[in-house]
């Protein structure tokens, strides 16, 4: 590589990339700096420079950086620090020899909320869009819309110009950034939107001029027609070889490299399915056909996945862990995959032709096993075995050591407090009994994107005794309190009804890859009876990450979170009614207090009260939210050791909610078995017939039952960490027994070498 600053020319022939003249035979893997830490980040590339990668590959998230809602006078806010560091990031990939394929979206998927779009943008209106007449329409995302144009244009002259540019990260200039992606997988949303989603694709690759990166652009599946003399169209799959020959003919007369964007090492996991993995063997097999099909360069999709802890990370449904069966795991250790693929690429590096930058396979042989996914690779001179994609030769595992003995954690069930103050609403908007809201308010709206919940308080006023039924639709998962007239304020406490749904799914409308039609999420009440008032909690599992996720036709920026309709059978007629909506709020009071999220019992000193006061049955019967809190002594981690904690929740009858640890955000938990099968998408078949190679574990395994602290959020040593539990309570009505929670630290352990 060169000097640290010395400018580079970035090109690229028919073959390969080329750094300076120099053909370039790229070996990448993603990392998502917000779903890690700047501390963690130079154990990372360390780790990748190990296992011989020379490139990075990340996304730049727009919704991390712009998260507020503009006003009317200033500017939008951009937010840079901690592990939104972009700038930082980059120039410690680069101080680790380590190339930047920057993918700056504006729509980058990723499984975050809104695929990477900040959630004010869909209430924008007017604008310009380039030169276009100013437009009131409703903002439409990702099609040629002027606000939303206008929006994208903005952003990305800011990221470039203020951000990227100043700090000289391009090659040009020095810096580690040789490839720049605008947009990401159109080819996903094509044919929604036509003629108008093409000349948007062909807006926004025209955009490159403006912004001047120096470097070679790329789009990955689906580019830009009009631009393909200056878009380099990369492939995202299992099986990048399957695709080589229809990449050839598409790009007959603008030559490109064949480079793979996302090979995908494994998959991420959403809420009510058990964890996928992809096999190390299979991957090993994806790698070497690509290679051996002209292939010069392989991002590797996640190289390390990290963890969803803040609510921006998380697409709808998505699980707190994004692990992504990763060749380096959620707590930055080393797999039997990334083994696996280091002596892969140490075997067949050495055959890079220097001068067309792909693999050399005049001087190989391949003999490939297409039924068993298996290449053995010989030298063809002496016959020497290189590589073999079905030999394991070094199996690890991660294990969990507790960090304190099992009697620390049952001796600590006496010494977790609960918050006394209850999670009753104070409804923001109260109407007159007899009244209702004209619509059911949003929580995204109404909260400015700070929480998942939302209360609403409803009545049923025509309702007949023992034969009206109350029925709910919520975004995404509701709880279903009853209580009589006003009762609320007299401090009896409320009767738990109902939540749903029980079975959420990814894909709950009819797509390209999916037939069945779930709907959104229903709750069902029986015997409703109009001298009682139903108070709901309805709490959001992120935003969808593509339109998608959305009913047929829909937009991203129509999607809303709330309670979406609520009616009621009037008596033995059927006839249904509206539900009155006579108050609602949005948020926790918990929420609004830095010291409960801390767990600070100082600034709360009569209000934290101790578990050993009131049984822990009784605390469940009343299956009402709660927060709780425990001061934890965790020793310091031996050598071997990751240094951050991993908490399982396993058996202790916690049911839905979020995690704290010193009052940072650990991510959503929920007690869930995985039942859902792989979804439509995985059950794709690819070119040669077979479905996706990506396993689940066996279905009614908890979707996720431990939970990962990283080190940055944990006291130096010697201090006590305060986890805070915030519980939604709920009908199980199980046990709520705190003194089975367990911490752990993991480490690496070598089966088989």
């Known amino acids: ?35 890690s830490h700047p501390s963690l980040w130079p154990v990372i590339f360390r780790a990748m420079r190990r296992d011989r990668l020379n490139t990075v590959d990340t996304y730049v998230f727009w919704n991390e950086h712009e998260a507020g809602r503009p006003s009317a006078d200033s500017a939008v806010t951009a937010d840079f620090d901690g592990p939104r560091d972009l700038v930082r990031f980059i120039r410690c990939a680069w101080l680790h020899h380590l190339n930047v394929v920057l993918r700056i979206g504006p729509y980058v998927c990723a499984e975050v909320n809104y695929g990477g779009f900040p959630w004010w943008l869909r209430d924008q209106r007017g604008g310009d869009g380039g030169g276009g007449a100013a437009d009131a329409t409703p903002i439409r995302f990702r099609t040629f819309h002027p606000t939303f144009c206008a929006q994208v244009e903005r952003w990305l002259h800011r990221l470039v110009e203020e951000t990227l540019r100043p700090a000289q990260l391009f090659a040009p200039q020095g810096g580690p950034i040789i490839l720049v992606q605008l947009e990401n997988e159109y080819a996903m949303v094509a044919e929604r939107y036509g003629a108008a989603g093409q000349q948007y694709l062909d807006w926004v690759a025209s955009l490159q001029k403006g912004l001047g990166f120096g470097v070679p652009l790329i789009m990955c599946l689906g580019a830009s027609a009009s631009h393909s003399d200056a878009v380099i169209e990369t492939i ?25 964007t996302e090979c ?31 292939g ?11 963890t969803n802890l803040r609510r921006q990370n998380t697409m709808y449904l998505q699980a707190t862990s994004y692990d992504y069966d990763a060749p380096l795991n959620e707590y930055a250790i080393e797999t039997t995959k990334s083994r696996h693929l280091r002596r892969l690429h140490d075997a067949l590096l050495p055959y890079v032709d220097p001068l067309r930058g792909v693999l050399d396979v005049s001087r190989l042989h391949l003999e490939v096993d297409e039924e068993r996914r298996r290449v053995v690779v010989y030298e063809r001179a002496t016959r020497r075995l290189l590589f073999d994609s079905a030999e394991v030769r070094t199996v690890l595992r991660t294990e969990l050591v507790p960090a304190r003995p099992v009697e620390y954690f049952e001796a600590l069930a006496c010494d977790w407090q609960w918050f006394m103050r209850h999670e009753v609403p104070r409804f923001e908007r109260e109407l007159p009994p007899d009244t209702g809201l004209a619509q059911l308010p949003d929580i995204v709206a109404a909260s400015a994107d700070s929480t998942d919940y939302a209360w609403y308080r409803l009545r049923c006023p025509e309702a007949a005794p023992g034969n009206s039924v109350l029925r709910l639709g919520v975004a995404d998962y509701g709880q279903v309190w009853r209580q009589a007239v006003r009762q609320h304020t007299h401090g009896a406490a409320p009767q738990w009804m109902a939540s749903g749904p029980n079975s959420p799914f990814e894909d709950r ?22 001298e009682c008032e139903y108070v709901v909690l309805v709490s959001s599992l992120g935003m ?50 830095a010291g409960v999220l801390s767990g600070d019992a100082d600034e709360f000193p009569f209000t934290w009260t101790s578990a050993s006061r009131s049984p822990t049955g009784a605390l469940r019967a009343e299956a009402w939210p709660r927060w709780y809190r425990v001061a934890l002594a965790l020793p310091p981690p ?41 979804n439509g998408f995985l059950l794709q078949p690819s070119e040669d017939g077979r479905p996706a190679p990506v396993e689940q574990e066996p279905a009614g395994t908890p979707t996720q039952r431990r939970y990962y602290v990283p080190e940055w959020c944990l006291q130096p040593d010697g201090h006590d960490n305060v986890l805070v539990v915030f519980d939604e309570g709920g009908g199980r009505q199980l046990p709520l027994d705190l003194g089975r929670i367990r911490v752990y630290r993991a480490k690496m352990v070598v089966d088989k070498e």
Not at 513 to 523: F, L, P
Not at 562 to 584: K, M, P
Request: glycine letters at 14%; charged letters at 20%.
């Open 296 to 306: 010069s360069g392989v991002n590797y999709y996640m190289y390390f996945g990290g």
């Open 1 to 35: 590589m060169a000097a640290l600053g010395a400018p580079r020319r970035v090109e690229y022939t028919g073959d390969s990339l080329r750094i300076d003249g120099t053909p370039f035979f790229m070996l990448s893997g993603s990392v998502h700096y917000p779903r």
């Open 264 to 294: 995908w090492t494994g998959w991420y996991d959403v809420w009510g399915a058990p964890h996928h993995r992809r096999d190390a063997r299979d991957l090993a097999y994806a790698v070497i056909r690509f290679w051996a099909a002209g």
């Open 236 to 260: 995202n799959a299992f099986y990048a070889h399957q695709q080589v020959d229809q990449h050839r003919r598409q790009h007959a007369t603008d030559r490109q490299p064949l480079l793979w």
């Open 509 to 530: 409308f009819v797509n390209d890859w999916n037939a069945t039609e779930h709907g959104y999420g229903s709750i069902e009440i029986g015997e409703v009876c109009c």
């Open 638 to 678: 031996d050598a071997a050791e990751n240094k951050g904690a991993v908490i399982d929740l396993d058996g202790t009858g916690l049911e839905k909610g979020w995690l704290y640890m010193n009052g940072h955000p650990c991510g959503r938990h929920w007690d869930i078995v995985g039942t859902a099968p792989k």
């Open 544 to 593: 969808v990450k593509g339109d998608w996720q959305l009913p047929p036709g829909g937009n991203m920026a129509d999607e809303r979170k709330a309670l979406l309709w609520a009616r009621y059978t009037t008596g033995r007629d059927g006839a249904e009614r509206d539900a009155l909506v006579t108050g609602f709020t949005v948020g926790l009071r918990g929420e609004r207090h």
